[in-house]
């Protein structure tokens, strides 16, 4: 019965939108999305993003159109970014976890959704977002499990 009303609960949630997420971010800072590049990466008006949470698939892997459209539903035209615990990956990209105008964790709802896997390295949310990915695997969420 239990799985019942997690599946129920992630598929409505997927459907209806989300209106909360358990990481936040009381003082991120605001920039303009420019473009979603792909399933975790924007450019904004402070240079390209990568989204320190996650790890998403690439082009011509399973779910890799799938997470890039989530993301631009997601973002819309402006996004917060909480810095991570390192602020540039190997490719000069600014690292952070973003979140929606209204506060949503774009991170957390994608792997909560199974559009993309937790970002396992380093990261101050990285055991909460591991745990969320573990679950999503036992729901078989979204179109990576």
């Known amino acids: 019965m239990r799985l019942l009303a ?3 609960f992630f598929a409505l949630t997927a459907c209806a939108g989300v209106n ?3 990481i936040s971010c009381e003082d991120c800072f605001e920039v303009q999305v420019i473009r979603v590049i792909d399933g975790g990466t924007l450019d904004t008006s402070r240079g390209v993003v990568r ?14 159109s799938e997470s890039t459209k989530r993301l631009r539903e997601l973002a ?7 810095v991570g615990t390192r ?3 190997q490719y000069g990209r600014m690292l952070a976890y973003v979140y929606s105008q209204d506060g949503i964790s774009i991170d957390e ?3 909560r959704e199974g559009m993309t896997e937790a970002w396992t390295r380093d990261g101050q ?9 573990q679950d999503a695997k036992r729901q078989e969420a979204g179109c990576l499990w």
């Open 109 to 111: 709802v994608l792997i």
């Open 125 to 133: 949310h990285r055991d909460y977002l591991v745990g969320l990915e």
């Open 20 to 22: 909360k997420t358990n």
């Open 6 to 8: 997690l599946s129920l």
């Open 76 to 82: 819309g035209d402006t996004i917060r970014l909480e």
């Open 51 to 64: 989204l320190y949470g996650v790890d998403t698939p690439e082009g011509g892997q399973p779910c890799a």
């Open 87 to 89: 602020t540039i990956d």
